[in-house]
Every structure is written in structure tokens, then in C-alpha cells.
């Protein structure tokens, strides 16, 4: 109830934006936990909303983010709200599991529910062009994945094995927050493709079709306002540099050898 009826009730809204990573300028542990603690303090017993917009990102990155809502969740008592916008894949995904209920647009993109990872061999280019490889090691799988050597099949099982390791947490993190929300086979709901917001509604990955608007009208009232939380950000011309660098490093990532909730 509120006891001042000139002061607009106001919701703490988490900003989750960007590529999950663990390197400065991308959406780390790091760089959104003092704002994730400072909107669950000020959160009083309202609700805490996720404003997400990701594709996801770094496996590890996504989980140590999605701890640590919960856990001041659970420690305050409130419930927390997720609202994906144009994405919520993948480690995005994982993120948005955090909250007891998730909302999306009918046209965003949900899901993705698996892992990649995997890169480039150069053997037979440097190879033709007369460059020989020298590599010097210390335990016998130390090499593995050498992008300068031949592949191994061992390496590959190897790899695979790493792979389905982390999809069955994946599996197992999105069972755990959904319950008997999900609906329909397994086999076509962790199969890693992605869906549209309306799909995801069907098939019990998210629980309402809303904007951070409409949501924060719905829960509080027509007067009702967003506080935001975020990252602190430097200026516009002290972030250009780090803007460039930042789009390679998310290509790079993206055919890189690591694994990665993408």
C-alpha cells in the first residue's frame, strides 16, 4: 500500500544487455553484480524485473549472473520478472530461467536451449605455403584442438563430450526454474533451435506475452515507474575504441574454439 499517494510506486529493472562474456564491455559477472545487489536492496517487497536483450555467451558468465539473482531473491523474499526483448537465446535464456516468471514479444527470439563451440584447422595451408609448425609440450593432451595441426579423432570425442556436459546443465537448469510449465517432447525443446515469443508461449519456455511497459502497469498501476540498474558506462568517446574492439572480439568468440551458450 502506498501510505504517500503523491510518489509513484517504482519497480527495480535489471539491464542484461549484450553478449555474455567474461572481458570488459560485454555482460560479465563482474561488471552487473553491484547493480543486481543495489536493485534488490531498493526493491523493498516489490517485484524485481530483468530487461534482457541477449543472444547469449560464456556458459560460466550465465550461470555466476543467474546465482547470484536468485540467491538475492530468495534471501529478500521477492519474486523477479523477466522481459526479453528482441532476444533472449541461449545464455539469454539461461538468464531469463532466473526469474519466477518470464514475458517476451511474439516476435522475439527464445530459446536456443544448447551449446556450440569448434574453430579453423591450418595444416594444409601452412603446409602450402612452406610454413613449418613447431610445438613443444608437456603432457600428452596438452595440444588438444591445435588449430596448426591435424584433427584428431579423440580430440573431436573429446570436445563432443565437453559439449554435451554443458547442455545436459543447460537441460537441467531450465527443467529445475519450469517445471511443468514446459510442454510438448524434449527432443524438439532442447534441441538448441530457437523460437518465436508466441512458440515459446505454446511450449512453456516463457509464461506471457508483454513489454517492460505493459508489465510494470500490470503489476503496479497505471502510475506505476521503472528504476533502472545497469552496468556503469563511460562516455560515448571513451567507449568507441572499446566499441570496435568489442565487435571483433564477438566474432572472434563466435568461431572460436570455446564453448559458448550461442
Same mark, same amino acid.
Given at each position: 500500500?502506498?501510505?504517500?499517494?503523491?510518489?509513484?510506486?517504482?519497480?527495480?529493472?535489471?539491464?542484461?544487455?549484450?553478449?555474455?562474456?567474461?572481458?570488459?564491455?560485454?555482460?560479465?559477472?563482474?561488471?552487473?553484480?553491484?547493480?543486481?545487489?543495489?536493485?534488490?536492496?531498493?526493491?523493498?517487497?516489490?517485484?524485481?524485473?530483468?530487461?534482457?536483450?541477449?543472444?547469449?555467451?560464456?556458459?560460466?558468465?550465465?550461470?555466476?549472473?543467474?546465482?547470484?539473482?536468485?540467491?538475492?531473491?530468495?534471501?529478500?523474499?521477492?519474486?523477479?520478472?523477466?522481459?526479453?526483448?528482441?532476444?533472449?537465446?541461449?545464455?539469454?535464456?539461461?538468464?531469463?530461467?532466473?526469474?519466477?516468471?518470464?514475458?517476451?514479444?511474439?516476435?522475439?527470439?527464445?530459446?536456443?536451449?544448447?551449446?556450440?563451440?569448434?574453430?579453423?584447422?591450418?595444416?594444409?595451408?601452412?603446409?602450402?605455403?612452406?610454413?613449418?609448425?613447431?610445438?613443444?609440450?608437456?603432457?600428452?593432451?596438452?595440444?588438444?584442438?591445435?588449430?596448426?595441426?591435424?584433427?584428431?579423432?579423440?580430440?573431436?570425442?573429446?570436445?563432443?563430450?565437453?559439449?554435451?556436459?554443458?547442455?545436459?546443465?543447460?537441460?537441467?537448469?531450465?527443467?529445475?526454474?519450469?517445471?511443468?510449465?514446459?510442454?510438448?517432447?524434449?527432443?524438439?525443446? &532442447?534441441?538448441?533451435?530457437?523460437?518465436?515469443?508466441? =512458440?515459446? *508461449?505454446? +511450449?512453456?519456455?516463457? %509464461? @506471457? /506475452?508483454? $513489454?517492460?511497459?505493459?508489465?510494470?502497469?500490470?503489476?503496479?498501476?497505471?502510475?506505476?515507474?521503472?528504476?533502472? &540498474?545497469?552496468?556503469?558506462?563511460?562516455?560515448?568517446? =571513451?567507449? *568507441?575504441? +572499446?566499441?570496435?574492439? %568489442? @565487435? /571483433?572480439? $564477438?566474432?572472434?568468440?563466435?568461431?572460436?574454439?570455446?564453448?559458448?551458450?550461442?
Amino acid at each position: 500500500m502506498n501510505l504517500l499517494p503523491w510518489r509513484k510506486t517504482r519497480f527495480a529493472v535489471i539491464e542484461l544487455h549484450g553478449t555474455i562474456a567474461a572481458r570488459g564491455g560485454a555482460l560479465s559477472f563482474g561488471a552487473v553484480a553491484p547493480a543486481i545487489r543495489r536493485a534488490f536492496a531498493a526493491a523493498g517487497d516489490r517485484p524485481v524485473l530483468l530487461d534482457i536483450e541477449s543472444p547469449g555467451g560464456s556458459p560460466v558468465q550465465s550461470d555466476l549472473i543467474a546465482a547470484l539473482i536468485r540467491r538475492e531473491a530468495d534471501r529478500r523474499g521477492v519474486r523477479v520478472h523477466a522481459v526479453i526483448r528482441e532476444v533472449g537465446a541461449s545464455g539469454g535464456y539461461w538468464l531469463a530461467c532466473a526469474a519466477d516468471e518470464i514475458h517476451a514479444n511474439p516476435m522475439s527470439i527464445v530459446g536456443s536451449i544448447g551449446v556450440r563451440g569448434g574453430g579453423f584447422g591450418f595444416p594444409a595451408l601452412l603446409a602450402r605455403v612452406g610454413i613449418e609448425h613447431r610445438l613443444y609440450k608437456a603432457g600428452e593432451n596438452k595440444a588438444r584442438l591445435d588449430p596448426f595441426a591435424p584433427e584428431k579423432p579423440e580430440d573431436v570425442a573429446f570436445a563432443q563430450t565437453l559439449l554435451d556436459d554443458l547442455h545436459e546443465r543447460f537441460k537441467a537448469w531450465v527443467r529445475e526454474r519450469r517445471g511443468a510449465r514446459l510442454r510438448g517432447p524434449e527432443e524438439t525443446l &532442447f534441441d538448441g533451435g530457437f523460437m518465436l515469443g508466441d =512458440a515459446a *508461449l505454446a +511450449r512453456g519456455l516463457i %509464461d @506471457g /506475452l508483454n $513489454d517492460l511497459d505493459g508489465l510494470v502497469r500490470q503489476l503496479g498501476g497505471d502510475g506505476a515507474q521503472m528504476r533502472r &540498474f545497469g552496468p556503469k558506462r563511460r562516455s560515448l568517446l =571513451a567507449r *568507441l575504441p +572499446r566499441l570496435a574492439a %568489442d @565487435g /571483433l572480439l $564477438d566474432a572472434l568468440e563466435a568461431r572460436g574454439t570455446g564453448p559458448l551458450f550461442r
